[in-house]
Structures are given as C-alpha cells and as structure tokens.
C-alpha cells in the first residue's frame, strides 16, 4: 500500500523500488540536477558551437530581386515604349550606351530630358558614329548639348544600356532603332535591383573617365 503523499515516509526501512519513483529520495533530486547540469552545459556547447561555426562560414548568398520586366519583340513586347518610359520619367541623369543609335522616338525624348534640366550622356560606336544613318542623330544630340562619347580603342562598342536617376537600368541586345524593334531577334531586361544597376552604372563611369580608351565625340558634320 502507497503512503498517504502528505505523510513522511522512511525510505530506508522497508521502502518498495516503486515507492522511491513515486515518492523520492533525497539523493533523486541530486541526480536530476547533476542530469540537467548535463543538459545545459551541452546545449552551451552546442550554441557556442553554433555561434563559431557562422562566424567562420562564407556570407550567405541572398536572391536579387526578379526583373521588372524581360521583353522580347518577336514576342509583341517593345522594348522602345519601355525605354522611353523611362526616359521621360528622369529626373536626374540618364546614361546611353549604345552601339547604333538611329530610333527618332528615342533621339527626342533624350533632348526634352535635356531642356528640363537631366544631365544626359550618350556613348556610342567610332564606326558607326561615320555612318550615314547614325551621324546626323548623334549630332543633332550635340547641337542641343547633350554629351557624346565614342571609343578611341581597336574593339567595337557594343554595349546596349541605358541608367535613369541610378534607380533604374534597361539592357540586353537592343539597338535604339526601328528595326530592333520590328524584324530583330532581341531581349531587353529592365531591373531596379540596387546591385545591379550599381555595376551597371559604374560600368558606364569607368567608360566615360578613361579619356585613353574613350573621347569626346565631335561631329564632323
């Protein structure tokens, strides 16, 4: 028979393995807290474990935001309406890198970015700066003060891009003509994720601070 819980009981005289479960000892209570020193001194050693090992790993790797958008003419998108979206939305600067330059939608939003007071600069290609088709347009942006840069190096300038108030950037395989948009096989991804448009726009500054590689283009026209 159990003794009554509120009675003392001797557990040294006559005390059933079942009444000390039910009823410790003095020496249980002693045993559990050297079990729980256990315990907790291996989860201290597992957390300081823990805490070590991040320290010493490689940076986590974070997504990047997704694209805005990724626009293919040969699926209905224009990238052209996109970009001049931008263009017109610019508060700031706008920074053009492009190979050819001849679309006269563009050409004018650029200057009316300019006459509201937008720091525009335009890089684009020696050779093709020498075309009939693309000369008079890179002109006329100087007539009406815009900045133009043309490579001074053996290579061809073939970048595609475009970086508006340093918030936002356009590149890919488009050409700022008609034809890009209408026959061309091509892609144009716009992003606003901060990283990217940082290496893209430093990209451009680099251009535009290496007067050994790139000049100041002056129409001949």
């Known amino acids: 028979m159990l003794p009554h819980p509120g009675r003392k009981t001797d557990h040294s005289i ?4 079942e009444d000390n479960i039910l009823w410790p000892t003095k020496a249980v209570p002693h045993r559990a807290f050297k079990d729980a020193s256990f315990v907790l001194l291996a989860v201290l050693l597992a957390v300081a474990g823990y805490v070590y090992g991040s320290s010493q790993a490689p940076p986590r790797l974070q997504a990047a935001p997704p694209p805005e958008a990724v626009l293919f003419p ?9 970009l001049l979206k931008l263009i017109r939305e610019a508060r700031e600067s706008i920074d053009v890198a492009v190979f050819t330059f001849t679309h006269p939608d563009i050409l004018e939003a650029l ?8 720091r525009v600069r335009v890089m684009s290609d020696a050779r093709q700066t020498r075309a009939s088709f693309q000369g008079p347009k890179l002109s006329r942006l100087v007539e009406e003060g815009i900045f133009v840069m043309v490579n001074r190096h053996d290579g061809v300038m073939h970048l595609k891009l475009l970086v508006v108030d340093h918030a936002v950037a356009a590149f890919g395989s488009f050409n700022f ?3 890009a948009g ?6 144009m991804v716009i992003t606003r ?6 290496a893209i ?4 500054e680099r251009m535009a601070r290496d007067r050994n590689r790139y000049e100041q283009w002056i129409p001949p026209y």
Request: hydrophobic share 40%; no cysteine.
């Open 111 to 118: 200057i009316e970015a300019k006459a509201r007071g937008v």
């Open 182 to 187: 209408e026959k061309n096989d091509e892609v």
């Open 74 to 82: 040969r699926l209905g998108d224009d990238p052209a309406a996109e």
């Open 177 to 179: 003509t008609v034809a």
């Open 201 to 204: 726009e430093s990209t451009f």
């Open 193 to 198: 994720a901060p990283e990217t448009v940082r």
């Open 14 to 17: 006559g005390a059933s393995a």
